[in-house]
């Protein structure tokens, strides 16, 4: 597998606090990367380093096959959750300037710019200055000014903070469609919905160090149950439960349901799912049979929490 981004044994330190221990990742190419972890994990010190706006104390960053080199920032594009845009300069003039400042020559820019603002339908903002846009107007001029020069590697920290929800799905499309026309993100958030629908891969970094990284769906083979939502119509709850319990681990849970009937989680162990509906099929009516795959959430909150997570730290 090619690998855009290769992390090797970063450590990072800000006096006697370490921010980094030897975190090694791994992005392939053309993906989707969930960088994950809670507050205060590192994720904001790595990024920096990748950006080079700070150098590591020691460790190496790999990109596209070269350690990481000045000339590099020019293949990066990175939206940080803290935007940066001049609020008295005009939105066109902004656009063009911070362009340049990634390689482009004043006519492809213009040219570029003239794609995404007809794209993304902001032709009359040209003209504002950006202390006259709304939070999500203005979070749209910071995308289009991270995308704009196609670079190798994009960088979206916490993308669609300030967005409704039509324009939070508009910008999920257009990471999407990055990613189609061979884009490789790296996409940090605490939003694990928007992990769910976009990420590939993660990595999720706890207290400095990385505890995990692979597939979205290798690790959520590791963290898997073998456990079913199951809802049943049935008369004979007893003659039901007695069944259930000689062969599985039975507890009554909660999901939305348009229908009033019973609701169990239960863990079949190294039984099949055909084994358990056989059960479930003779004392009653099935309305509801799903397998409790792991959410990223799930992982996250089990991952961090057995890892002695302190939320005051």
Aim: aromatic share 8%; net charge neutral; charged share 25%.
């Amino acid at each position: 597998m090619n690998h855009i981004l290769e992390v090797r044994k970063v450590v990072k330190q800000y006096g006697d606090y370490t921010a980094l221990n030897e975190v090694s990742l791994s992005v392939p190419q053309g993906s989707i990367y969930g960088l994950l972890g809670p507050n205060g994990a590192g994720k904001t010190s790595l990024i920096r380093i990748i950006n080079q706006i700070t150098m590591p104390d020691s460790g190496a960053i790999i990109l596209d096959g070269e350690a990481l080199h000045p000339k590099h920032v020019q293949h990066i594009g990175y939206l940080p959750e803290e935007r940066g845009l001049y609020k008295s300069m005009k939105v066109g003039e902004q656009c063009l300037y911070l362009a340049q400042l990634k390689g482009l020559s004043k006519e492809e820019a213009k040219k570029q710019l003239e794609f995404w603002f007809d794209k993304l339908e902001i032709k009359g903002w040209w003209n504002k200055k950006i202390q006259e846009l709304s939070k999500g107007m203005a979070q749209k001029i910071q995308f289009v000014v991270t995308v704009l020069h196609k670079p190798k590697l994009l960088i979206f920290d916490e993308p669609f903070s300030g967005f409704d929800p039509v324009n939070a799905n508009l910008i999920k499309d257009e990471i999407l469609e990055l990613k189609k026309n061979g884009s490789t993100i790296i996409f940090s958030t605490h939003r694990m919905e928007s992990v769910e629908e976009l990420c590939d891969d993660i990595a999720l970094i706890h207290q400095s160090n990385k505890l995990i990284e692979g597939k979205l769906n290798d690790v959520k083979r590791q963290f898997r149950t073998n456990s079913f939502e199951v809802g049943i119509l049935t008369a004979n709850v007893e003659g039901l439960m007695y069944d259930l319990t000689q062969k599985f681990t039975v507890a009554q849970t909660h999901f939305k349901s348009l229908n009033d009937e019973l609701k169990l989680e239960i863990q079949i162990g190294n039984a099949t799912p055909n084994d358990l509906l056989n059960i479930l099929t003779q004392r009653g009516q099935v309305t509801h049979f799903m397998e409790k795959i792991p959410t990223a959430n799930d992982i996250f909150i089990q991952t961090v929490t057995s890892n002695n997570y302190n939320p005051n730290a």
